[in-house]
């Protein structure tokens, strides 16, 4: 399993697929999801609303759909939907699906690449220590190990809590890269 945690911006990912934190509308949003959809241009929105509403919902909570990518370096963007932390009533459940739906997504669609942001972690609220176990875990499912995973962690904070916690899983071999520059 290779994992990577890379302090900077995700449109910048050079993978298959790049995750967006979507909201259920996936007609973009803030953070995250904002910067995707500048970045990728029109023809992003235009694959997320031809993506099937069910009363205005494109992605369910802990669901994961794909797109292609418009102008963005990737040939997906596979939208996910994280729990809102301190609203949704099991939270931890919300997240590792969202992430197991997106790496089953990623290895239906022959992926070898993938880089995800802190899903949930802005705007949603959720801790990051524990999203990045929940992360981390997420991807160490043996169907998965042969993905090469990104983690793309634009704050500071963020990217300091994943760090320390990606030091406590043995399984993980641990690569950082601030600023898409690999050291050591």
């Known amino acids: 399993m290779s994992v990577k945690l890379i302090q900077g911006d995700i449109v910048t990912a050079n993978v298959d697929a790049i995750v967006n ?49 418009g102008n963005l370096p990737c040939r997906h963007v596979i939208h996910t939907v994280g729990p809102v932390y301190h609203s949704d009533s099991h939270p931890a459940a919300g997240l590792t699906s969202a992430y197991l739906n997106t790496l089953s997504l990623a290895v239906e669609f022959e992926c070898a690449s993938i880089a995800f942001p802190a899903i949930s972690c802005g705007l949603y609220g959720y801790p990051p220590q524990e999203a990045a176990r929940i992360a981390f875990h997420s991807c160490l499912h043996p169907h998965y190990r042969h993905l090469d995973i990104q983690f793309y962690l634009f704050d500071t904070d963020v990217f300091n809590a994943w760090s320390q916690i990606s030091r406590q899983i043995p399984e993980i071999h641990h690569h950082e890269a601030p600023d898409d520059r690999p050291w050591g």
């Open 21 to 69: 934190a979507a909201n259920p509308v996936m007609l973009g949003g803030g953070g995250v999801d904002g910067a995707i959809h500048r970045a990728a241009g029109p023809a992003l929105l235009q694959a997320c609303l031809a993506v099937k509403a069910v009363d205005g919902i494109r992605c369910p909570t802990g669901e994961a759909r794909i797109t292609r990518a």
